[in-house]
């Protein structure tokens, strides 16, 4: 896992650009702290930073291979987790290889592929390649998006990297932010647009090739809708083959390596599959799983959590007996100012999960005292159909649904983001969010012969998968990576994406609940508790007062920048309100807007773009 990060100009000679190509890679040293990489030709400057995983002494960066016509040479990130069997067929084809890294795996596979090599690879992937015979650079990008990859459009060439900080190093990009960027950046929707003006993201499953004639673009890979011929005992039977095979793939690592625990359905599912993987080998399971000072005594149920997570987590390791450690935080923790500008850094946008952001990075870091490797359960919900949404009236509505059902869940008037009347008729995003939403049911196709529920249930898992799965994605890696820990998401093998896709509502949900086809597949290794558990999100410190409190503090810093472009979007009347309440008295969802709009005025202050709402 690694920063990839580089430069391409037809007219300049980057021969002389050591400097700036350096400056760039330096701002992905959290994403790589093992090892610094550059390579420069004429027109093209390469930047690497590296987690050493596997082949901890080979795979070294930017990988070159020298052809009569010239290098080709490649900056990576990820993981291929076939590539055991890759190296065998290419071998097979005549190549040799001098290490036993994934990354010189990719390489022969773009000279024997070419841009063909992305359909041959299993696992998390943005890389980019120069290929010197063609004068060209190939970025290409995994099918989910599960590691992220931006570029940057210049007048005779282009600027990319692994995160907009990379680019944003170049003088050459500015930094800027226009009304589609801010409507981005405060709804979290919107696809292939980077926040920064200029900037794009390489979309999940496609490829982008830069020449000097231009830059152009190819989908090699999306959600292709097919018949599902398999009954409820076969489809259950393959969901369990395809977990059990992604999840050994994903155990190959040269370095300490762990699951990430909640006591919930899906982690446990991981948790569950790998044990009696690394006790072939002589290892137990270590696991890692976060709770709060005093929340089991303090926890209150809501739409999102029914229970809290310690007693499930109990018997989980009961019965798997794994190396078990529970990171407690403290509402000081979760307050620390400066804990929040490393996760806004980290996460270079100010549309964060506030404290939720802050906690996940505090378990993130304490992991990664003990393990460089995690497993995680993200992507189970919206494969197979987790949220309460997907079963309820809500799936109906014209918006995307789990706005809708954060919105439903909270009474109060200014549940809505308070925005001044300015910044509301600037944005319009009512209208915004309704082309959004036409666009992303347009996009899905449908079998003939489906039904009016298959067809709206087809809509909200390809919702999910190409958006809301996006975002959690981004966040899982951005919070991860700024500690050097490599997170692997098993419910994002395609293979198991491909077919789950296709099995109809009706063995997703034959039991009545939800995630009927995981619970089946893996309840034979989990207690019945947990295999029974009813859905409950990431766990939250919002009903604390004491959080509430800190809160209301930073908001008090807040609005005594007087000057602070904050709130040419966001009223400051309704945020000094909100500080004068009794803190026991704020709303769940007052709580919320409270930690995006401080993480917001955060981000104004570190980045300072050039920011109108006109």
């Given at each position: 896992?690694?920063?990839?990060?580089?430069?391409?100009?037809?007219?300049?000679?980057?021969?002389?650009?050591?400097?700036?190509?350096?400056?760039?890679t330096?701002?992905m040293?959290?994403r790589?702290?093992?090892?610094?990489?550059?390579?420069?030709?004429?027109?093209v400057?390469l930047?690497?930073?590296?987690?050493?995983?596997?082949?901890?002494?080979?795979?070294?960066?930017?990988?070159?291979?020298?052809?009569?016509?010239?290098?080709?040479?490649?900056?990576?990130?990820g993981?291929?987790?076939?590539f055991?069997?890759?190296?065998?067929?290419?071998?097979?084809?005549?190549?040799?290889?001098?290490?036993?890294?994934d990354?010189?795996?990719?390489?022969?596979?773009y000279?024997?592929?070419?841009?063909?090599?992305a359909?041959?690879?299993?696992?998390?992937?943005?890389?980019?390649?120069?290929?010197?015979?063609?004068?060209?650079?190939?970025?290409?990008?995994?099918?989910l998006?599960?590691k992220?990859?931006?570029?940057?459009?210049?007048r005779?060439?282009?600027?990319?990297?692994?995160?907009?900080?990379?680019?944003?190093?170049?003088?050459?990009?500015?930094?800027?932010?226009?009304?589609?960027?801010?409507?981005?950046?405060?709804?979290?929707?919107?696809?292939?647009?980077?926040?920064?003006?200029?900037?794009?993201?390489?979309?999940p499953?496609?490829?982008?090739?830069?020449?000097?004639?231009?830059?152009?673009d190819?989908?090699y890979?999306?959600?292709?809708?097919?018949?599902?011929?398999?009954?409820?005992?076969?489809?259950?039977?393959?969901?369990?083959?395809?977990?059990?095979?992604?999840?050994?793939?994903?155990?190959?690592s040269?370095?300490?390596?762990?699951?990430l625990?909640?006591?919930?359905?899906?982690?446990?599912?991981i948790?569950?599959?790998a044990?009696?993987?690394?006790?072939a080998?002589?290892?137990?399971?270590?696991?890692f799983?976060?709770?709060?000072?005093d929340?089991?005594?303090?926890?209150?149920a809501?739409?999102f959590?029914?229970?809290?997570?310690?007693?499930?987590?109990?018997?989980?390791?009961?019965?798997?007996?794994p190396?078990?450690?529970?990171?407690?935080?403290?509402?000081?923790?979760?307050?620390?100012?400066?804990?929040?500008r490393?996760?806004?850094?980290?996460?270079?946008?100010?549309?964060?999960?506030?404290?939720?952001?802050?906690?996940?990075?505090?378990?993130?870091?304490?992991?990664?005292?003990?393990?460089?490797?995690?497993?995680?359960?993200?992507?189970?919900?919206?494969?197979?159909?987790?949220?309460?949404?997907?079963?309820?009236?809500?799936?109906a509505l014209?918006?995307?649904?789990?706005?809708?059902a954060?919105?439903?869940?909270?009474p109060?008037?200014s549940?809505?983001?308070?925005f001044?009347?300015?910044?509301?008729?600037?944005?319009?995003?009512e209208?915004?969010?309704?082309?959004?939403?036409?666009?992303?049911?347009?996009?899905?196709?449908?079998?003939d012969?489906?039904?009016?529920?298959?067809?709206?249930?087809?809509?909200?898992?390809?919702?999910?998968?190409?958006?809301f799965?996006?975002?959690?994605?981004?966040r899982?890696?951005?919070?991860?990576?700024?500690?050097?820990?490599?997170?692997?998401?098993?419910?994002?093998?395609?293979?198991?994406?491909?077919?789950?896709?296709?099995?109809?509502?009706?063995?997703?949900?034959?039991?009545?609940?939800e995630?009927?086809?995981?619970?089946?597949?893996?309840?034979?290794?989990?207690?019945?508790s947990?295999?029974?558990?009813?859905?409950?999100?990431?766990?939250?410190?919002?009903?604390?007062?004491?959080?509430?409190?800190?809160?209301?503090?930073?908001?008090?810093?807040v609005?005594?920048?007087a000057?602070?472009?904050?709130?040419?979007?966001?009223n400051?009347?309704?945020?000094?309100?909100?500080?004068?309440m009794?803190?026991a008295?704020?709303?769940?969802?007052?709580?919320?807007?409270?930690?995006?709009?401080?993480?917001m005025?955060?981000?104004?202050?570190i980045?300072?773009?050039?920011?109108?709402?006109?």
């Open positions: 896992m690694c920063g990839i990060t580089g430069w391409v100009s037809y007219d300049a000679d980057l021969t002389e650009r050591q400097a700036t190509i350096d400056a760039m330096a701002t040293a959290l790589g702290p093992d090892a610094s990489g550059t390579w420069l030709q004429r027109h400057a930047g690497h930073r590296r987690l050493a995983v596997i082949d901890l002494d080979g795979g070294v960066q930017p990988m070159e291979f020298a052809t009569p016509n010239g290098p080709v040479v490649l900056v990576y990130s993981e291929a987790y076939n055991i069997e890759l190296r065998k067929e290419l071998q097979a084809k005549g190549h040799r290889f001098l290490t036993a890294s990354t010189e795996v990719v390489l022969h596979g000279l024997e592929w070419g841009e063909g090599v359909d041959h690879l299993n696992g998390m992937f943005a890389f980019a390649v120069w290929d010197s015979r063609d004068q060209k650079l190939v970025m290409i990008r995994d099918r998006g599960v992220p990859l931006y570029y940057y459009p210049t005779d060439g282009v600027l990319f990297g692994s995160e907009p900080k990379a680019i944003l190093a170049n003088p050459l990009a500015r930094k800027a932010i226009d009304l589609d960027g801010i409507r981005t950046a405060v709804t979290g929707i919107g696809q292939g647009q980077a926040i920064w003006k200029g900037m794009h993201e390489v979309e499953g496609t490829i982008v090739t830069v020449q000097a004639s231009g830059i152009r190819r989908t890979w999306r959600l292709q809708t097919a018949p599902h011929t398999d009954d409820q005992k076969k489809t259950v039977e393959r969901v369990r083959q395809l977990l059990g095979d992604t999840v050994g793939r994903q155990l190959i040269d370095v300490p390596q762990c699951v625990l909640s006591g919930g359905l899906d982690s446990s599912a948790t569950a599959l044990s009696p993987r690394l006790a080998s002589g290892e137990r399971v270590r696991t799983s976060v709770d709060f000072v929340h089991v005594d303090r926890f209150k809501d739409v959590r029914s229970t809290p997570d310690a007693p499930f987590v109990k018997d989980m390791v009961d019965l798997i007996k190396v078990h450690r529970q990171v407690v935080l403290s509402a000081d923790d979760l307050a620390d100012p400066t804990i929040r490393s996760v806004i850094t980290a996460r270079d946008t100010p549309n964060a999960f506030g404290e939720s952001d802050i906690s996940m990075y505090r378990l993130f870091r304490e992991i990664r005292n003990e393990s460089t490797v995690a497993l995680s359960g993200e992507a189970a919900d919206e494969n197979f159909g987790g949220y309460r949404w997907f079963h309820d009236d809500m799936r014209p918006i995307f649904p789990w706005m809708a954060v919105l439903n869940s909270q109060s008037a549940a809505v983001m308070p001044t009347p300015e910044a509301l008729q600037a944005m319009g995003l209208g915004y969010l309704g082309d959004q939403y036409a666009t992303a049911v347009a996009a899905v196709d449908h079998l012969s489906a039904s009016r529920v298959e067809r709206q249930m087809r809509v909200m898992f390809h919702m999910h998968l190409t958006r799965l996006r975002m959690l994605l981004d899982k890696d951005r919070l991860s990576m700024a500690v050097g820990l490599e997170v692997r998401v098993p419910y994002c093998d395609h293979r198991l994406v491909e077919y789950l896709y296709n099995t109809p509502w009706k063995l997703k949900s034959f039991d009545g609940r995630k009927s086809l995981l619970r089946h597949a893996v309840k034979d290794l989990l207690p019945p947990v295999a029974n558990r009813v859905k409950s999100g990431y766990p939250t410190m919002m009903h604390d007062v004491r959080y509430s409190s800190t809160l209301q503090i930073q908001a008090k810093e609005l005594a920048d000057h602070s472009p904050l709130f040419t979007l966001f400051r009347e309704w945020l000094k309100s909100i500080v004068e009794d803190s008295k704020i709303s769940h969802g007052d709580k919320l807007l409270l930690d995006k709009i401080i993480d005025h955060c981000w104004l202050d980045y300072s773009p050039e920011f109108a709402i006109s």
